[in-house]
């Protein structure tokens, strides 16, 4: 384990590299180019503001921040999940010819998803400050924890897809499906509190993506500092979903070369 | 680990699992069960070396013989299923060169890119930056993408930074082909160079010369086993013998065939054209030719011990036998032999009248046996023969009446041996 660490750290210039890669890549070739980083977002928000103030109106107060405080957060877990279980598989000609710790593919491609959120959250600030709601300085110190805890959560479970992935290549198709299911057993377009079962609420909490996005939610839209309790049942999640992850990586790694 | 030793493995053991036909899906694997068959193939059947820090070892082998997928386990992008390796320090190596690079990425880069991908750090990477530059003598381009690159020039960058990581331990798959002659020695001087700092270096490679270069040990693995190791010179001429011994075999074996394709194309195309049928001991490429007063009945190549043979040494004395039988004894013949290598260079011709200056005279039955040492290197030859008149009447000649190999395991090139002998003072 503390060997894993010290080459990771070895390996650290590989992992920025490769995240500068994914990201100036992402939009290569584009006009806009890395603009494109805040616009797609922007865009988005204004399409969910106009659709929920006139097609659909909510009966939740400013439903727009209210949907968009959560769904960014979402979009970088589900995206991590997706994309991550493929991040070994798209890296098969350096993982079957060269020797480095395998875990730098799924940590470079989550890393690189968690950087693209950081920026977005420039946009989440400015319309959190023009919308009105008043900012919660304290709160938003507990901002970098939640973010943190959903970095391992997301991490975790990239590590553990992404070595499943290469011996069992449906694992992508199944995963989209469980992460188009998955963002309607998160509240992230609802409140918990539209579930009247509160046992079924309860049921909620097994899903480690519901302490974190309450979280987020607690520090942007309510403006309050999440319950101690959120967070520590967040962080419990983020800690079994890394050591999870881990263990089945370290198990799998070891063969991925054989059947690339 | 004793620390003399940069590395040490120790009963290797690796198998495969070759699928027959790999189902990776659910459908597949729950719909035809069946197809999950698999055979678990022994890559390597126990290896044990050790490599001094500072030595250079080279592996040989025939292909798929394990040496590559040594490389690997050494590389530690395979693991072994039994057995230990132990490596001390910091591994780099040259089998995939050009790991990572992006093609719409600059030179300078792509450099950082795939250096990273070897581990070094960007401060490592900044202080190598220009030796590596230099090194792959890009210093134009090395700002323009690398997709512009001829293909040359992508390796020759690849190569530098792959040579330039400063690591304990080198391991190298046959890859000192790069670039064109120039760049290629400067190459060879550079891994001598890394050697002469303390490096351990690991080639595998089917340029046995190079690695007589530059290592001092050699092992020859066969079938997942070290058949032999030690000074390479010696492992590589054992190795050479041993590979000019199978194929000698297998020219024996088609040579087996090919007799019985003939004689089986003989039966059914005797029923058609008896006329034009050559004799059993033609080839079936042969051609015929003459007035047939004099006849070859029979034409063989043996060896000294009079058996009939079809591969020769390049040092060994070959026989030609020959029997005729003439309805006109009042004759003089002058018999003769040519030489034609497989692409068609004719490689030596003669008769008795050059050689003795008189014809033989003709009985109506006789046999002839023509003795030359053979000096032809080796290759797949075809001998003419043929029987004239002293002015020249052809009696009978026919070409390409027999092939024949010669093999050898010795190095030398070229038509013949030139038997030669070096002395210095």
Redesign the interface.
């Known amino acids: 384990m503390i060997n894993l660490c010290k080459e990771l750290y070895a390996y650290r210039e590989m992992i920025f590299s490769l995240v500068k890669k994914d990201l100036r890549g992402r939009y290569k070739g584009s006009v806009l180019g890395f603009l494109w980083t805040f616009i797609n977002p922007l865009f988005q928000l204004i399409i969910y503001t106009i659709a929920f103030s006139f097609i659909l109106p909510s009966a939740i107060e400013k439903y727009y921040l209210y949907l968009f405080v959560a769904l960014i957060p979402w979009i970088f877990f589900s995206s991590s999940l997706q994309g991550g279980a493929n991040s070994v598989m798209a890296s098969q000609n350096l993982v079957s010819k060269i020797y480095f710790p395998r875990e730098v593919l799924p940590i470079a491609y989550v890393t690189s998803c968690f950087v693209n959120m950081l920026l977005t959250f420039i946009i989440i600030f400015l319309v959190v400050a023009c919308s009105g709601v008043p900012m919660n300085l304290t709160a938003i110190f507990c901002l970098p924890i939640i973010m943190l805890i959903e970095y391992m959560i997301a991490l975790g479970l990239a590590l553990l897809f992404s070595a499943v992935t290469v011996f069992f290549r449906d694992m992508e198709h199944i995963l989209s499906i469980i992460t188009m299911a998955w963002i309607y057993m998160t509240p992230v377009l609802y409140p918990l509190e539209t579930i009247s079962d509160s046992k079924i609420q309860k049921l909620f909490y097994f899903n480690p993506m519901t302490s974190v996005i309450i979280a987020y939610r607690d520090i942007l839209y309510y403006a309050k500092i999440p319950d101690f309790s959120t967070l520590f049942i967040a962080f419990c999640f983020g800690i079994a979903s890394l050591v999870l992850g881990e263990f089945i990586f370290s198990k799998l790694k070891k063969r991925f070369a054989e059947v690339m | 680990m004793n620390p003399e030793y940069a590395i040490e493995v120790h009963d290797v053991k690796k198998k ?2 070759i699928f027959y036909d790999k189902g ?3 459908k597949d694997r729950i719909l035809f069960r069946n197809r999950n068959h698999y055979e678990d193939r022994l890559v390597l059947k126990g290896i044990s070396f050790r490599v001094k820090k500072g030595e250079a070892i080279g592996l040989i082998g025939h292909n798929g013989c394990g040496k590559s997928t040594t490389l ?1 386990l050494l ?5 072994p299923d039994s057995g230990t390796i132990e490596m001390a320090g910091r ?1 780099s ?1 040259l ?2 060169l050009g ?2 690079f ?1 093609p ?2 600059t030179g300078r880069e792509n450099i ?2 795939n ?8 401060k490592e ?1 900044d202080k190598r930056l220009q030796e590596i530059i230099n090194f792959s003598e890009l210093e134009d381009f090395i700002d323009n993408p690398v997709r512009t690159y001829s293909s040359g020039m992508y390796m020759r960058l690849a190569f530098s930074v792959a040579i330039n990581v400063d690591a304990n331990i080198l391991l190298i798959d046959e890859i000192l082909a790069v670039g064109d002659a120039n760049f290629q020695k400067k190459c060879f001087d550079k891994l001598r160079e890394i050697k002469a700092h303390g490096t351990t270096i690991v080639i595998v490679s089917h340029a046995l010369g190079q690695i007589e270069q530059i290592c001092e040990t050699s092992y020859w693995i066969e079938d997942g086993l070290i058949k032999q190791s030690g000074t390479p010179k010696i492992v590589h001429d054992n190795y050479l013998k041993s590979m000019e011994l199978k194929r000698t075999e297998q020219l024996e074996k088609q040579h087996a065939t090919e007799q019985e394709k003939k004689q089986e194309s003989e039966k059914t195309a005797s029923v058609t054209q008896i006329t034009e049928k050559l004799p059993d001991f033609c080839e079936k490429t042969a051609i015929r030719m003459g007035t047939q007063e004099i006849i070859f009945t029979d034409v063989q190549l043996r060896n000294m011990q009079n058996q009939k043979q079809y591969i020769f040494d390049t040092q060994e004395k070959i026989k030609i036998f020959l029997q005729y039988k003439s309805s006109n004894t009042g004759l003089k013949g002058n018999f003769g032999y040519g030489i034609f290598r497989e692409d068609g260079l004719h490689c030596y011709g003669t008769n008795i009248l050059i050689e003795t200056g008189e014809c033989i005279p003709i009985q109506k039955q006789g046999e002839l046996e023509i003795i030359f040492q053979n000096s032809l290197l080796p290759a797949r030859y075809f001998l003419d023969i043929a029987v004239h008149s002293h002015n020249g009447i052809i009696f009978d000649d026919i070409r390409q009446v027999i092939s024949f190999v010669v093999s050898s395991s010795k190095q030398d090139i070229g038509v013949c041996r030139l038997e030669s002998s070096f002395l210095w003072r």
């Open positions: 495969f699992r990776n899906d659910l690997k590389t530690k992008i395979l693991y591994v190596s089998i995939e790991a990572g992006h719409d990425m950082y890119t250096a990273s991908i070897f581990g070094l750090t960007k990477i």
